[in-house]
Structures are given as structure tokens and as C-alpha cells.
């Protein structure tokens, strides 16, 4: 256990469906990184905060996805009218201030049926 | 980021030590390398990290060339808890400091 909690672990929703995910890091880390991993390849990064600020976003984060955290402690990923390529693992990571070692969490797994 | 090209996969006998080697010829000087591994379907879990020298913690053994363009993680007595995902990375020194992930080693610890 590193620290970094998400929540849910496991969510099957249907095409078309709205999904929020939830990342909680270590509570004194300021940098917080989602991630998706598919099968077979490593995670690619989707979007990184600094406190509350979301300073990068991938090219992969289409317009469907949006990701907050309000009060930089924890973040909320949300994907609006999700499609069957949506599905995949959803990793946050957290790490703080001049650090570079992230800490992951255990990911939530989506499918999208 | 650096790139960093890694074997595809690997076997090792149990109790046998495990050497997953790593190419990150174009890492800057100033660049670390950093080991994680990622057992299915869990998140990847931090290992090691180095910049120039030789380092040691109690999951595994870093040694990085003199010229730093290649680095090797060693297991000294791999088990099958070890069977996983190997990912070697060179983060970025400014900014975001994300990470770019491989497809990794897939090593695999043989009773």
C-alpha cells in the first residue's frame, strides 16, 4: 500500500454512460498525475495537477474527459459519454514538491460494455 | 524524456539473481533513472532510482554505466513474487516531471 487510494477499484457502465473516478493521495503531496494503461502496454499520461492547478494535459485527454482537483488534495476524473476505447486501467499517482518518485494507486479498471 | 528501450521479456530461475537491462542513450546529464514494476492488474510500485552512481536499497541493486547511456536492475535472489512488469524510466528534470512508460521487461521468476 503506497498511500494513494482510488476508488472504485472496478466500474462496468455502458456505452454512452457518464463515469467519475476518484484519486486521494499521500496527504502531503502537492503533484498528482492520472494516467491509462491498456492491455498489453505501459501507462501513458493523461493530465497533471500542481495543487489545484491543472498544468498539462495530453493529447489523449479528448474533450469527453475532465479532470479536477479542487482543493489539491484529492482528484476526480471524469469521462462524459464513454465509449468501448475508453476502457482501460485509470492509475493516479502523487509525488511532492521537487521529488520525482510518484506513488501509484491501484488503479480503477473500467470496461465499457 | 529520455527514451528508454528494454527487452521485451525475460526468464529467471528461482533464487537466481535477475539482470533487466535498460538503454537510455539520449538521457541528459542531469536525468535520473527510475525502476518501477507493475504486478497484474495492481499499480506500478517504485523499486529504485539513480543518477550517476551505483545504488542499493532492500528490493534491488541499480548499477548505471560511466557514460550513463544504459543502467541494469538487479534482483539478487529473485522469487516468484517477482514475476511482473519491469519499467525503466528517465523523467523529464523540469516541469511536469512525467513519466513515459515502455512496454517494459516481462520478467518471469521459474520454480
Known amino acids: 500500500d503506497t498511500g494513494v487510494s482510488q476508488d472504485p477499484r472496478h466500474k462496468i457502465t455502458k456505452r454512452g454512460q457518464n463515469v467519475t473516478f476518484r484519486c486521494d493521495p499521500i496527504?502531503?503531496?502537492?503533484?498528482l498525475y492520472w494516467y491509462r494503461q491498456t492491455l498489453g502496454q505501459g501507462p501513458e499520461f493523461l493530465t497533471y495537477?500542481?495543487?489545484?492547478?491543472?498544468?498539462?494535459k495530453s493529447r489523449l485527454l479528448s474533450d469527453r474527459f475532465s479532470a479536477e482537483r479542487p482543493k489539491g488534495s484529492f482528484s476526480t476524473l471524469e469521462i462524459q459519454r464513454t465509449e468501448q476505447g475508453d476502457s482501460a486501467m485509470y492509475l493516479c499517482?502523487?509525488?511532492?514538491?521537487?521529488?520525482?518518485?510518484?506513488?501509484f494507486g491501484p488503479g480503477t479498471r473500467l470496461l465499457v460494455l | 524524456d529520455a527514451k528508454t528501450t528494454q527487452p521485451p521479456s525475460m526468464d529467471c530461475a528461482e533464487g537466481r539473481a535477475a539482470n533487466l537491462p535498460c538503454n537510455h542513450s539520449?538521457?541528459?546529464?542531469?536525468?535520473?533513472v527510475y525502476w518501477y514494476r507493475q504486478i497484474h492488474s495492481q499499480g506500478p510500485q517504485y523499486i529504485i532510482h539513480g543518477l550517476k552512481n551505483n545504488e542499493t536499497n532492500e528490493m534491488a541493486s541499480l548499477i548505471i554505466t560511466e557514460d550513463r547511456k544504459s543502467s541494469t536492475l538487479i534482483l539478487p535472489h529473485a522469487t516468484l513474487r517477482d514475476t511482473a512488469v519491469y519499467y525503466c524510466i528517465a523523467p523529464q528534470i523540469s516541469g511536469t516531471y512525467k513519466y513515459i512508460f515502455g512496454t517494459g521487461t516481462r520478467l518471469k521468476v521459474l520454480a
Open positions: 499517482a502523487s509525488t511532492m514538491g521537487d521529488l520525482k518518485t510518484q506513488y
Open positions: 496527504s502531503e503531496h502537492n503533484r
Open positions: 495537477f500542481q495543487n489545484e492547478a491543472q498544468l498539462e
Open positions: 539520449t538521457i541528459s546529464g542531469n536525468e535520473y
